[in-house]
């Protein structure tokens, strides 16, 4: 092979040696969702300092984050991997596909910086251990380059061998090879197999030790080679076959004695083991086929565990963690201390298609692509998931798949999975009618619903009336004719033609196979043809102009991809629209038919003049190919689907994005601005990843500043989100690692040692849960950034009461301003300690009169007293003690008394129940949370945040109580008797309460039931007290006991109440009135009533 094919593409390999990645890693903070694998997973391999795990499919490579597990980046490569390789100073992956390309991936940036080419496919590549050089396979042999001169040393060949695994040993002087040897020129299957260990620096074969010698029909070859961590043993995989049953393959797997070369054990099975490796500390063999997974001791070869799995397998290199395949596009991580599965790798998006904007323009329906059931209506006024239709089944009881929505949300067209059916649902009735008896393929409604068009797998297109349920004519027929493809069926918007565009392929004089495009349409009165366009260009998708002179065809030809308008009548081409770099695969018409938005592979969509054909806008923000656009019926929006699993609104004047709406597979759901705020559903934000380099968190972790359902309501109705903060001006938390604190330990307490690095942003509070309870917090003024000379990292140590048996502590930290929190640092603990019957301890505040009488109450005293009586009532026969302070008056409610009280709570036992009910006022200001106190005259912000109880004080003083179990009652309210003057000051100042008391729930761990939500009147005068408090002292005493086991569990009581007093408000008061409820943390116990 001529050297220079190698220097003039490898020319950048160079930059592999000293570059500095980090220099070019994005700051910029990227919301991108986890979309996992969508094919086999053919490798996994962490990187040497444990950080990263890298996996690949055929076409994709990702990067996954040990610990969180969460996906950092993802490559894609157009031609199929063969070979994945990680640089030994984990900053560089290395790939081979099938073509011979040979790329080097930068980690930090995701962004290939060298590449180099092969005349063959790349079967295999491997780093020597400093870095300084591959090794590559080069049909027969492979090629050895040094990257720091860009030159090619030497290749190692022999005309009848074929190298089929490499691999270099620790010195970086020998490397290992597996070889098949043919003895003479090679031909169909070898005579032996071996391996070599070949010397670099005398550039020759030193040992040899053989595998397998040829007898009778049987041959083998290999397939690949791994070696032990001490280099004491190879282990090599080959495929067996018989050479009168050569499509027959069955596997054995050698272990061989690295030193003498005998083959210590062969295990042979009726498959191929794909995938196989050493234990970090070499003290066992796992190895992975289709459906079954081995654990072999090295000690006596034996089998220690079998189990269900697939390749690829890999153990991080401190041992803790091992993961392998149990689909086949999907991992499964172990924890190699306890065998217990703790995570799943995988994507989490249920992509959304066929968006249909609700006439009304407040809302617009998908389907749900992962299963092709499920129709979600996402409210476009409130910025939420309002609802996910459940599966229909057919009268088989078969699932039914949802293929097209009609334009006015009314009507859908479903398929019976199994293929034997398809139907007509009717969204207002309920009603589902059989159309056929077999499914049908593409589908078009008319614009008033009338007709239906679809094209059947027999290749007919047919017109079927809704009205009677009948086919009115048959368009199309091409049933015996099996070169037909047909790609698309659709209505012009004016109800005139239909029209169908599919591939015909043939073969051209030379024995060629070609195709052509064709497209029909149709009179729709006569059923009769009217016109034919061919083109020999490949058509992705098409759609008629709303005024019906036009058809528009997104076509590429060549190396271009282009849109063509042309004239329906004569069939002249009128415009091409020229502007996407990669295939084009959706387009729409505005409605007044004035735009035309496109989009495909480039990610890009593009708004242009129909008339003019020139680019009027670029949207960009999606990052996997377009899927779907539909325009509003006023022209105003845009909505967009993408493969990268986001659905995003445009603004169409301004190009702006106003919001992305994603689904999760599990049901939850988020909206998010582009700024970074969000609504989503109560664990909806643990699924939207954000990058920043190659640092990834969650959404969740912007929590506390960022979810603010309120804004997403503005930016969905066009205000500006100008004035806020965005996810940039957010500087990253500290790095928090748990460090110097056993596993075990006999006492009922822990000192918790906590590391925490800057990482530029400051840090500011420190909380540590226990069992999902935030049991510390530590505030950022308490905290003197002090670093050690030489050191970035400060610590602090904590003590940390314990449970008997298993404690999970967690330890978070925030950036200095307390609006992004840290990755959680988590460490289990096991304490061997005598069983504590638990005690409940309970603070309960009325408060009825304030500094201001504009503000007094007339229910909240006698509300505090009926909590109080009821919850020791209850509690008695279940705790060791009930204690339960009641506070009510104008003395025993200030703020400064409160802090009093509830700093006396925090030597508490893990094991008690702690419980704080307020009946008061709240309000939100300047998007912090404040519980009015008696003390409170003025409700200016300044005298707010002096004077009451502010969001971030009732969160430390909660969370400092050690208690695990904690429940929350705040029955305050926003509206009727909090005065006027409050009521407006809610209306311009954002956040409501309801958000408030979500994040304070997530904050603390803890069960938060309050009254009702911002702008609502907490209903009062029903029996003597507030409509909540009376339901919530019922489902106390016994109507909240759902499953009838005598206990009142928190979570009960929280479902209870939040049922009931809707119900109760609207039946007596028919006023509304919806509590919040948060059950987060533990579900426990706070009542026994039998």
Known sequence: MRKEIFIFLIALAGLLMGFNHTLFASEKPEIFVQLGHSDTIQSASFSSNGRYL???????????????????????????INTVNLSPDNRTIVLGDKEGNIKFLDIQTGKIFASLKSKYGVEFLSFSPDGKHIIYSHYPGIVYIDLSTQKQLFEIKKESQIVKAATFLSSGKLIAMGVDDYEIPIYSYPKRTKIDIYDVVKRK????????KKTGST???????????????????????????????????????????????????????????????????????????????????????????????????????????????????????????????????????????????????????????????????????????????????????????????????????????????NFENGKLEKILAKSIGNVDFSLDNRFLLFSTYDRKIVLWDLKENREVSTLFDKRNNDKIHIKIVGFAPDGKYAFAGYDEYYYEENGVLDSRYITKLWNISTGREIKTFKAHNNVYTQAISPDGKYILSAEFSGSEDFLVLREITSGRISKKFKGHSDSIYKTAFSRDGKYIASGGNDQAIIIWDAKSGRQIKVLRGHSGTIWSLTFSPNDTRLISTSFDGTTHLWDISTGKELAQFIAFTDGEWIVITPEGYYNASPNGDKHLNVRIGNNVYGIENYREAFYRPDLVKLALSGGSLKEYKTLADVKQPPV??????????????????????????????????????????????????????????????????????????????????????????????????????????????????????????KYAVADAKLFAETLKQVATPLFEKVDVKLLTTKEETTKEHIKKILDAYKNLNPEDVFVFYVASHGTVDEGEYFLITSNVGSLSTFRLKENALTQAELKELIANVPSTKKMIVIDTCNAGKLGEALQVAMLTRGMSEETAVKILSKAVGSTIISASTSLQEALEGYQGHGLFTYVLAEGLRGKADTDRDGFIKTFELATYVDSEVPALAERVFKRDQYPTATPTGQAFPVGRIR
């Not at 040990?66 to 199929?80: A, D, L, P, S």
């Open 219 to 425: 041959n083998e070859e290999i397939w690949n080679m791994v070696v032990s961590p001490d280099e004491r043993y190879f282990l090599i995989n080959s495929v067996v076959r018989d050479e009168n049953r050569s499509t027959d393959k069955s596997g054995k797997l050698y272990i061989v004695d690295a030193k003498t070369g005998n083959t210590i054990k062969d295990i042979v099975s009726s498959d191929i083991y794909h995938s196989f490796t050493f234990s970090p500390d070499g003290k066992f063999i796992v190895t992975a086929k289709f459906g079954k997974v081995l654990f072999l001791n090295i000690e006596d070869w034996k089998i220690l565990r079998e189990g269900d799995g697939s390749l690829p397998v890999a153990f991080s290199p401190d041992n803790r963690f091992f993961v392998y395949s149990n689909k086949l596009n999907t991992l499964d991580v172990i924890d190699v201390q306890s065998w217990q599965k703790i995570a799943t790798l995988s994507g989490n998006t249920s992509f959304q298609k066929s968006p249909i904007f609700s006439l009304q323009e407040d809302g617009f329906l998908t389907i749900d692509s992962r299963s092709d059931v499920d129709i979600n209506y996402w409210d476009l006024k409130k910025g939420l998931l309002k609802n996910s239709s459940a599966p229909l089944l057919s009268p088989s009881n078969e699932h039914l798949v949802t293929i097209k929505i009609s334009r006015d949300g009314k009507l859908s067209v479903m398929n019976n999975q199994n293929g034997e059916g398809s139907y007509l649902f």
């Open 54 to 80: 890298v996996t690949a499919d055929p076409h994709l490579i990702k990067i996954w984050e040990v610990g969180t597990w969460k996906e950092i980046r993802t490559f894609k490569n157009e031609k199929e």
């Open 205 to 212: 074969v030193i040992k040899s030790f053989n595998l397998y």
């Open 736 to 857: 928090v690692e748990i460090i110097d604190t056993p596993l075990s330990i006999e006492k009922d307490e822990i000192k918790v040692t906590v590391r925490l690095t800057d990482q530029g942003g400051g840090i500011g509070d420190v909380r540590l849960y226990l069992n999902d309870t935030a049991v510390l917090v530590d505030s950022s003024r308490g905290i003197k950034i002090t670093p050690k000379p030489g050191e970035k990292s400060i610590y602090k140590t904590y003590t940390v009461k314990l449970l008997n048996g298993e404690n999970v502590i967690k330890a978070i930290a925030f950036n200095g301003d307390n609006t992004m929190q840290s990755n959680p640092a988590v460490h289990k603990v096991v304490a061997s300690l005598g069983i504590k019957k638990p005690s409940m301890y309970a603070v309960a505040i009325g408060i009825n009169e304030y500094k201001n009488p504009k503000l007094e109450l």
